[in-house]
């Protein structure tokens, strides 16, 4: 019988988590309810913002994020072209235009050289967002990115749904992905492969009170209850979506964020090992790059690996671990070499981007590995790219 197979990621689901769901199905409210509140409060508390806002799951999060902003049809929107189709796709479904910005290759973030030479390609458009993303679970040079944002007279989104529980330095202050010191808002995803899990979910943090009442109100229909109102009475001034975050989805989430540093030791102590674990494979293989501000809670174990020196193929390294029980998956193929974006754009060169995706594989990283896993790993990697 063949091993089973670990995957790159996957939720930890403990008997309380299952227990904190079954008395919600018990209670009043399945979704609209107190527990909205609570994992709410509970998250912004956790990454310090003043404000999180839950909704359906990560993409909507960035959709309301678009929404929020007030991003109008054929203004710019800047996105890495290494990320998940939805944070550019975020700003289509407001018409907005993306420009895609290149990556630095080692680490496949957007960093200040990329994003400057983005604003090059802006061209007339006003420019009204930039969506840097921690890419693996490592921050960006959020200062860095700002300043640049600032100057072009937009703001910065960070798209973050791999870097809950990330910390960062900047000029010897501490700060956190989440606390929104650098950005208009910070997105997250609870997908079951994402740090905590609802299955569905995400999260929008905020420290501005007007953006945190606009995510309210486009996460439920555009819909307005003034004050001093008749009580059957509403408004809408603009139509919103149902985004909602169900309140059984919220004592799942509130139960998982309880466990968040516990999940997070884990993934660094285990990344560690991966690091200690993986040296000897250089410079075939080599982790990617981490830099020095960063001080990351891991959501992905990215190595890049020089295919061409090891005369073999992705494919065939992909295959090669698979039959050795060992999941991986490539994070990601760059988006603006998807067909739909191509044919709106254009072919475009991003080298950093291009480098990134010829070479990354992500190996399995989540707190319910051992240690022997990690060894098994890299057991395998080593077997099948033959160094
Ligand atoms: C997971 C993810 C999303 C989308 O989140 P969903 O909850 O799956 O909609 C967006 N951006 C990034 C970078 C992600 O990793």
């Known amino acids: 019988m063949s091993p089973p197979i670990l995957p790159y990621g996957r939720q930890t689901i403990e008997d309380d988590d299952i227990a904190a769901v079954a008395e919600a199905l018990r209670a009043d409210f399945l979704t609209?309810?107190?527990?909205?509140?609570?994992?709410?409060?509970?998250?912004?508390?956790?990454?310090?913002?003043?404000?999180?806002?839950?909704?359906?799951?990560?993409?909507?999060?960035?959709h309301l994020a678009m929404l929020a902003l007030k991003v109008q049809p054929g203004e710019a929107v800047i996105v890495p072209s290494i990320t998940f189709l939805a944070t550019a796709n975020c700003a289509r479904y407001v018409g907005g235009e993306v420009v895609f910005a290149d990556v630095d290759p080692m680490s496949g973030l957007m960093t200040p050289d990329t994003l400057g030479e983005a604003l090059t390609?802006?061209?007339?458009?006003?420019?009204?967002?930039?969506?840097?993303?921690?890419?693996?679970?490592?921050?960006?040079?959020?200062?860095?990115?700002?300043?640049?944002?600032?100057?072009a007279g937009a703001v910065m989104v960070e798209d973050a749904p791999h870097a809950l529980g990330t910390a960062m330095t900047f000029g010897n202050v501490a700060e956190r992905v989440g606390d929104a010191r650098h950005s208009a808002m910070?997105?997250?995803?609870?997908?079951?492969?994402?740090?905590?899990?609802?299955?569905?979910?995400?999260m929008v943090t905020t420290n501005d009170p007007a953006l945190a009442e606009r995510l309210r109100l486009m996460r439920s229909h555009g819909m307005m209850r003034p004050q001093g109102a008749d009580p059957w009475w509403y408004e809408m001034a603009e139509p919103g979506f149902n985004y909602r975050l169900p309140d059984l989805l919220c004592a799942l989430g509130l139960s998982q964020l309880a466990k968040l540093d516990r999940f997070a030791a884990r993934r660094r102590a285990l990344?560690?090992?991966?690091g200690q674990a993986l040296a000897p494979l250089g410079p075939v293989v080599s982790v990617a790059a981490q830099p020095p501000w960063s001080d990351p809670v891991l959501h992905l174990m990215c190595v890049l690996i020089d295919f061409e020196a090891a005369g073999v193929t992705r494919r065939q390294v992909v295959d090669g671990l698979k039959a050795r029980g060992v999941g991986s998956q490539v994070h990601y193929i760059p988006v603006h070499r998807q067909p739909y974006y191509r044919q709106r754009y254009g072919d475009l060169d991003l080298p950093g981007a291009q480098a990134w995706y010829d070479r990354c594989l992500s190996l399995p990283l989540y707190p319910g590995m051992s240690d022997d896993d990690v060894v098994r790993v890299v057991g395998a990697l080593r077997a099948v790219v033959g160094v």
């Open 121 to 151: 390609r802006v061209g007339d458009r006003r420019l009204r967002a930039v969506l840097p993303v921690h890419l693996r679970g490592d921050a960006c040079d959020l200062p860095g990115l700002e300043a640049l944002a600032a100057t």
């Open 32 to 62: 609209t309810g107190p527990t909205v509140d609570a994992f709410e409060h509970a998250f912004a508390e956790k990454v310090g913002a003043a404000h999180a806002v839950a909704c359906a799951n990560g993409t909507a999060a960035l």
């Open 271 to 274: 990344a560690a090992a991966y």
């Open 186 to 202: 910070a997105t997250f995803s609870f997908h079951p492969v994402k740090t905590i899990a609802t299955g569905e979910g995400g």
